[in-house]
């Protein structure tokens, strides 16, 4: 259950004389009707908004800090997360006080232990950066890197030479890689009927299994291996791995997926791997397995490394926890697995890190959090799996990736797995891989799943909610639903009217704690409600495998959401119904839509044709200066009481 520190507020303190710093008293809280400011300027905001609840000092020790106004901000953090962060990870409780004057006052309350955490997690968030002098056995020793870093310019102002402190970072960089033991990356022992496969037979193979092409990335150097020839038994993978093969017989597997099939023999020969295929095709299972072997088959026993060998990148917390569960069902040899997303246990996931594990499942921003806490280390990963990459950088995540990775040693193993190929996938992919394989599942174009009948419902906006509860009425029994919306509120009104009306159903958003989203998931996946009405969080990253039906009541901002919002159901080669309320709010998608539906063999109705043709017909006017017709240019005539 998600830990909840929301017990620090902002406390008013008086004018005093000055005093020295660290100086230990009583309480610092006084009624004086003042308040105070965590940073100082245009900025500042009144703290009394993040005030969670008032509390009774604990009778112990009190210790009054002093801090520049302006830094105040770093330690209560955005919406007060670092605060709590600091108090969970101390077990001080932290007082923010007077920022108004030269100095800030914090007061820190608990035992001599705690305060002195507490104190030493501060002075790191406050301290700002200045390179070490490095060691340089050719320059004389009254002379330092420093001094050539910072240097004074014409009007006197010391400056920092951007040039000299790039390059001696970088230098530290590779001195620091230098020392890491080296990492072994090829376990494939080809089988020899795949190795005597004709090239006209590994084409067919790949045609009839979703037209997967394969292909060097970026430029085929001539002196780069071959691209393996697809496997098409689990044994043909993993028969020098019998124990890998014991486990997958556990699960009940048939036979590998298209892309496990083509990824397995890139990922156990070594190389990196871009794996692009839509929701549901078996994209964790083709690197989960890999990773095991690779944790298994280093040189450096695994109880003596300093730190995890496998990082997983997801973009959602539903995503990472359904990682997790996939890894948990893999028992090789005790390797141990740790989930880090916001929301959960942070001092619980510290915990769980300081006691040893060997895989990392994490979204960016919980990662970042405790990369730059220290309390893990990104050089110490030898295999990194970037899961959904085109979601995370939908979701704005590229810069915390980046920030997470920047210490990433560069003779990795790096696998990206994407639905689509936009180019911020391809703009990380340059970045952090080395002559990449891709494997591309069916068309690069957006495509939904083939096993979904997607229907298309044209309907008012003040409509919606009378044929959506027309439609559950008439469910079977045995059916399960996910009901998309496009923003929280809507998902807790939708909700609460079906409760209203006795329908037993949970929620899943942005606004509810971590601990009920967990309990919302696992009603759903054990059969206790059948209805599920949830926000785009949902739409990638959950597993519900005799899920029926999918409702769109609000179309989301981007058409690839659609994609994947379809692809929660007909899954595991079962079938499932998609259905979608369009209004004429939605025209602008009607196109990209029509396109989806076509690809995949499906209805195309009339009145989403002649949407899409009025708004091009609407955009050709804008574009030509003309004007439209009807107030607004709202792309033709919506006569009242039709259906669209």
Request: negative net charge; glycine residues 8%.
């Amino acid at each position: 259950m998600a830990e909840s520190n929301n017990d620090w507020e902002t406390v008013p303190v008086a004018r005093r004389t000055p005093r020295g710093r660290g100086s230990r008293g009583g309480s610092s809280s006084h009624n004086d009707g003042r308040r105070g400011n965590y940073s100082g300027g245009d900025n500042r905001r009144n703290t009394d908004r993040y005030t969670r609840r008032n509390y009774q000092e604990d009778a112990g020790n009190t210790k009054v800090i002093y801090v520049p106004p302006n830094k105040v901000g770093r330690i209560i953090g955005k919406g007060g997360s670092k605060i709590r962060d600091l108090q969970s990870e101390s077990d001080a409780k932290i007082k923010i006080g007077d920022t108004s004057g030269c100095e800030a006052d914090i007061t820190l309350i608990g035992t001599d232990q705690a305060i002195a955490k507490a104190e030493s997690l501060i002075n790191d968030l406050i301290e700002d950066y200045k390179p070490p002098p490095p060691k340089n056995d050719h320059v004389d020793n009254s002379s330092t890197r420093s001094d050539e870093i910072f240097t004074t310019n014409e009007s006197g102002v010391q400056v920092v030479d951007w040039e000299k402190l790039n390059a001696y970072h970088d230098q530290e960089q590779q001195d620091r890689w230098a020392k890491l033991p080296p990492i072994v990356k090829d376990f494939y022992q080809e089988d020899p009927v795949v190795a005597n496969m004709s090239p006209d037979e590994v084409k067919r193979w790949r045609l009839a299994n979703n037209n997967i092409t394969v292909k060097r990335t970026f430029d085929d150097k001539p002196d780069l291996r071959p691209i393996p020839n697809p496997v098409v038994t689990f044994e043909q993978a993993f028969q020098h791995h019998p124990e890998i093969l014991e486990e997958i017989y556990k699960q009940g597997f048939k036979q590998p997926s298209p892309i496990q099939s083509q990824a397995w023999p890139i990922l156990l020969r070594g190389d990196d791997l871009i794996g692009i295929a839509q929701t549901g095709t078996g994209k964790t299972l083709a690197f989960l397995l890999p990773a095991l072997i690779h944790i298994e088959g280093q040189t450096i026993p695994r109880d003596q490394r300093e730190g995890p060998t496998v990082l997983v990148m997801a973009p959602t917390r539903e995503l990472a926890l359904q990682i997790d569960k996939e890894v948990s069902k893999y028992q090789y040899r005790g390797i141990k697995s740790v989930c880090l997303y916001g929301g959960g246990n942070r001092k619980e996931q510290i915990r769980e890190l300081s006691e040893g594990v060997d895989i990392v499942i994490a979204t960016p921003g919980r990662l970042n959090d405790l990369v730059l806490a220290r309390h893990l280390k990104i050089i110490n990963f030898s295999y990194i799996v970037l899961d959904e990459a085109d979601r995370m950088l939908d979701m704005g995540f590229e810069t915390q990736i980046r920030v997470s990775l920047c210490d990433v040693r560069p003779d990795r193993q790096t696998v990206m797995t994407s639905a689509t190929w936009p180019p911020g996938v391809r703009r990380l992919a340059e970045s952090y891989m080395k002559d990449p394989i891709q494997v591309n599942v069916g068309s690069l174009d957006l495509a939904a799943v083939h096993t979904v009948t997607q229907k298309i419902l044209f309907v008012e906006e003040d409509g919606k909610e009378a044929a959506l509860f027309d439609f559950l009425h008439n469910m079977d029994a045995n059916d399960k639903v996910i009901i998309f919306c496009g923003k929280k509120a809507t998902a807790s009104h939708i909700t609460t009217e079906l409760s209203n009306k006795g329908m037993a159903c949970q929620s899943l958003h942005g606004d509810r704690y971590q601990s009920d989203r967990e309990a919302a998931l696992e009603d759903m996946v054990d059969g206790k409600v059948n209805i599920l009405i949830a926000t785009d969080v949902a739409s990638r990253g959950i597993d519900i495998k005799d899920l029926t039906h999918v409702v769109n009541l609000d179309f989301p901002k981007h058409v690839e959401e659609y994609v994947h919002r379809v692809g929660r159901t007909g899954r595991a080669g079962k079938t499932g119904i998609s259905l979608t309320f369009f209004t004429r709010h939605d025209w602008n998608n009607a196109r990209d839509l029509i396109k989806i539906l076509e690809e995949a063999n499906q209805e195309i109705p009339e009145e989403l044709e002649q949407m899409a043709e009025r708004f091009e017909a609407m955009q050709l006017r804008r574009e030509g200066g003309g004007s439209s017709r009807g107030r607004g240019g709202r792309g033709g005539r919506f006569e009242r009481g039709r259906a669209w």
